[in-house]
């Protein structure tokens, strides 16, 4: 496969969440003592492809083989830094050999790849190098992803200006835009118009991210570990890989750590703001409405008896309080 003005022959494409693709060309001809440096393209989504001249590997067969088997030392590196790294081969069209030369990487599982015979053919075919075109697609998970909208503007009410908002409102001539019409609908459809201009003049936008995955009071730390774990025992999981689980163990260790400190950080700044800043308290309870894997407990006990529905939990609640705080009243007198 060639490029406009590359002579290379693997071709990296990385792109980055801001639509920046950054393009790499690799030459067969690269010195021995010169390692190529991968550490930085594979964080992102990454497609590698390029004339690897690998005719030994049946890559209808890679995903079977064993650990102990024995294959020559290069292809075995590159099928190990394929499952290390998370990459796909997914061009499994073959030359007249019947092998495939040309290999397609990808390290994205919500884009679907797609690699089928080139129906345009721009110059002479080489039968061991049949042409091919690549085709990119998102799967449901990506599109439900899309749809949900999570970085969604809302507006900041707090930060209003009111006075301006008022000023805004005085100065309309409701006599005018009303008396041309008859229709109450049309009429209240005018009002809110005006109403949505004040808004858009003088209320202030947020980008709002919809973060219900995690409950409140879980740090960006914390994340980013439950995060690496996923991944560390996902890669564990399918190569069962005695590092990767030494690492999944310190990651749980660390993660429960973690998860205790922002814990109990966030039980004290709930309890000494609540009076101040109430949002923390609703704010969980907000969660617990939303996201159902974290709902609130539909029974509870007290004194070994068990408690159900809305009403009956919060009376035993309010009762259990009533009586703390007239034992508190009583001592203070």
């Known amino acids: 496969m060639r490029l406009a003005n590359c002579a290379g022959d693997i071709i990296v494409l990385k792109c980055t969440r801001r639509h920046k693709c950054t393009l790499y060309s690799y030459h067969s001809h690269t010195p ?26 049946d890559w209808d067969l890679v995903d079977n083989l064993s650990h102990g088997q024995n294959i020559p030392s290069l292809p075995k590196s590159l099928i190990d830094f394929s499952r290390v790294n998370c990459f796909y081969q997914v061009n499994r069209i073959k030359n007249q050999e019947n092998r495939i030369l040309d290999l397609v990487f990808f390290n994205n599982d919500i884009l679907k790849v797609k690699v089928e015979t080139s129906t345009q053919v721009l110059s002479r075919i080489d039968p061991l190098h049949p042409p091919f075109d690549i085709s990119f697609s998102l799967d449901d998970k990506a599109t439900k992803l899309l749809d949900s909208n999570p970085n969604h503007i809302r507006y900041n009410y707090s930060k209003a200006n009111y006075t301006a908002v008022n000023n805004f409102l005085d100065n309309v001539d409701w006599s005018e835009k009303l008396s041309t019409h008859d229709d109450v609908n049309k009429m209240v459809e005018i009002l809110y118009s005006v109403i949505r201009s004040s808004i858009e003049l003088y209320v202030p936008k947020i980008s709002k991210k919809n973060n219900h995955k995690y409950p409140p009071g879980i740090n960006k730390t914390l994340i980013k570990l439950i995060n690496e774990k996923e991944k560390v025992r996902l890669r564990h999981k399918k190569y069962k890989n005695p590092s990767d689980e030494i690492s999944l163990k310190l990651l749980k260790k660390r993660c429960d750590k973690h998860s205790i400190e922002s814990y109990n950080s966030y039980i004290e700044r709930s309890e000494n703001n609540v009076k101040a800043h109430s949002k923390y308290f609703w ?10 894997a974290h709902a609130l407990p539909a029974t509870m006990t007290r004194n070994n008896v068990e408690i159900s529905g809305g009403n009956k939990i919060c009376n035993t609640f309010a009762s259990h309080f009533s009586k703390i705080a007239n034992i508190n009243t009583d001592s203070v007198k």
Do not use: A, W
Not at 34 to 56: A, M, Q
Not at 283 to 292: E, I
């Open 32 to 57: 021995v003592g010169r390692p190529l440096d991968t550490t930085e393209i594979i964080h992102y989504s990454t497609l590698i492809v390029g004339d690897f001249n690998l005719s030994c590997i």
């Open 283 to 292: 704010s969980f309870m907000k969660f617990k409405k939303q996201n159902k």
